[in-house]
T-cell receptor, first 114, second 118 residues
Framework: NAGVTQTPKFQVLKTGQSMTLQCAQD?????MYWYRQDPGMGLRLIYY???????DKGEVPNGYNVSRLNKREFSLRLESAAPSQTSVYFC?????????????FGEGSWLTVV | AQSVTQLGSHVSVSEGALVLLRCNYS??????LFWYVQYPNQGLQLLLK??????LVKGINGFEAEFKKSETSFHLTKPSAHMSDAAEYFC????????????????FGQGTILTVHP
């Protein structure tokens, strides 16, 4: 009964380093998302994938890239990390883009860039 | 564009008291509205949602919310607060692309931290 699984849970990076956050869901959902959460700003959408093979920018895509590897997996890559990317990152998924369906969230990845 | 505003970043109540968390939305199309709860160091969990139909929506843990189109509001209430309700609560509205598709995307309010005192 895993749902949405993200790794790693915690990571410290130096400015300029790169890393990839991994996400997998076992609910056979078509749509997947990456959000970041910052104090006082709620959650902001970075990228989303409406279905396997497609990705689109969200509200705050700069500095990030994504890959929808298959239906289950959706990774987020920071090519050159900056302190402004210190945040909590959430992966999420939902059933095929039918409005009103619930979005299911992973437990979050805490990233610190020093 | 769609947006939500949560009034009050912090709300404090006594155990057993009424909980009222305020959310106002802006949407040029009929909105789908959501309340999520986040416990410390965890992901977000859906409390309830309004899509169409009955404007009073009941969710988990005794919470409910009423969609009021005339007031563009979707406030979250619970008659009697419990210590376990202490968490951060987020209101959200579905977002549409220019072409009218949504793909389930949501935009979130800033969050309201609920503290419950004994």
């Amino acid at each position: 009964n895993a749902g949405v699984t993200q790794t790693p849970k915690f990571q410290v990076l130096k400015t300029g380093q790169s890393m990839t956050l991994q996400c997998a869901q076992d609910m056979n959902h078509n749509s997947m998302y990456w959000y970041r959460q910052d104090p006082g700003m709620g959650l902001r959408l970075i990228y989303y994938s409406a279905s396997e093979g497609t990705t689109d920018k969200g509200e705050v895509p700069n500095g990030y890239n994504v890959s929808r590897l298959n239906k289950r997996e959706f990774s987020l890559r920071l090519e050159s990390a900056a302190p402004s990317q210190t945040s909590v990152y959430f992966c999420a998924s939902s059933p095929f883009g039918v409005d009103g369906n619930t979005i299911y969230f992973g437990e979050g990845s805490w990233l610190t860039v020093v | 564009a769609q947006s939500v505003t949560q009034l009050g970043s912090h709300v404090s109540v006594s155990e057993g008291a009424l909980v009222l968390l305020r959310c106002n939305y802006s949407s040029s199309v009929p909105p789908y509205l959501f309340w999520y709860v986040q416990y410390p160091n965890q992901g977000l969990q859906l409390l309830l949602k309004y899509t169409t139909g009955a404007t009073l929506v009941k969710g988990i843990n005794g919470f409910e919310a009423e969609f009021k189109k005339s007031e563009t509001s979707f406030h979250l209430t619970k008659p009697s607060a419990h210590m376990s309700d202490a968490a951060e609560y987020f209101c959200a509205v579905r977002v549409f692309n220019a072409g009218g598709t949504s793909y389930g995307k949501l935009t979130f309010g800033q969050g309201t931290i609920l503290t419950v005192h004994p």
